[in-house]
């Protein structure tokens, strides 16, 4: 690890201030920029530290929506009374997140914009297309881990568990940068890598997440974060599936299906939401939305088992909700 400053950030203001500098990176729990530089991935000269905001951490409730702060633990999320009894799925997704020592630092922020653990992307001598080279070896290498849907010039997938949960939720984002402060729907933050931005959100250098927040779900709305990895115990998803329903009487009123793990980004199932709306959870219908899902997949040499994994899984997740609703 190469040596580095690090500097405290009194406020908000200051710390979007002291990032507005090349080779300048922000730190929280560091879980993930912490291995990058060990690695010598990434050699920031100035870390800014922003576990000092306290107007980034805690969970409450802000008239309908359920306010997150950025700094928040994931150990907090999965945790936190309002998390579990209102919008289960995030506590699902931050539960199965990492193993409990990490989810003891990581931050709700952090996980939602960790890089890649794509072995090229990770293997500190291999100058791969993320990193400034001009070719993604994993195209023609080792992809058994990589996208099914979405191609671009990197092919990593998103390694994010909150993302897909949250994403199907509709949570926004409130990002805080030099010209101020927006407010935007988490989904839209993420945006394949291209050449000019290689990068996985929309976000500046110099801009933070300064929270998340999530409308309160309908009454009797339903949620399930599913995650098939290689370890029993724990490791990244080799597909996930957030799935969020809400019912009028037995019929669906509104379906969020997201996958994670499948794309360069959370990826959204629309066509598997317009089959559900409106219509009753049966098996036919299940076995429908689980076709339509991986429809348009398109795997490389080694990662063909995700699109049958990714089928069942979705499947899976709907027998569930169809299983606990009363009313099915």
Known sequence: ????????????PTA?????????RPIAGG?????????????????????????LKGIDESGDRIRIGALTTLAELETHPLVESRVPILAQAASQAATLQLRNSGTVGGNLCQQVRCGYY??????????GGEKCFAWNGDNRHHAIFGGSGCIAVHPSDLAPALIALDADVRVVGPDGERTQSLESIYKLPEEGRRQRTTLANDELIAEVSI??????????????????????????????????????????????AVAGIPWRIEAGEMLLQGQALNEDLI???????????SPFAHNGYKVP???????RALRELASSHPSS
């Not at 690890?1 to 908000?12: G, I, R, S, T, Y």
């Not at 990770?122 to 100058?127: K, M, N, S």
């Not at 974060?225 to 009123?253: I, P």
């Not at 994994?309 to 499947?315: I, Q």
Request: glycine letters at 4%.
């Open 1 to 12: 690890m190469k040596n580095f400053e690090h500097v405290d950030a009194p406020d908000l």
């Open 31 to 55: 879980t993930d920029l912490l291995t990058e530089m060990k690695a010598r991935i990434a050699a920031p000269e100035r870390l800014v530290n922003i576990k000092t905001l306290r107007e």
């Open 287 to 297: 076995d429908r939305v689980a076709e339509i899902s991986v429809a348009n997949a």
């Open 16 to 24: 979007v201030e002291l990032l507005d500098a090349p080779q300048v």
């Open 215 to 260: 409308p309160q779900p309908p009454q009797g709305a339903e949620g399930v974060y599913l995650k098939a990895m290689e370890r029993a115990t724990w490791s990244f998803a080799l597909v996930s599936v957030a799935l969020q329903l809400a019912w009028d009487g037995d019929r669906v009123d509104d379906a969020s299906v997201v996958m994670g």
């Open 122 to 131: 990770r293997h500190r001598d291999v100058d791969c297309w993320l990193k």
């Open 309 to 315: 994994l990714a089928r069942n899984l979705v499947r």
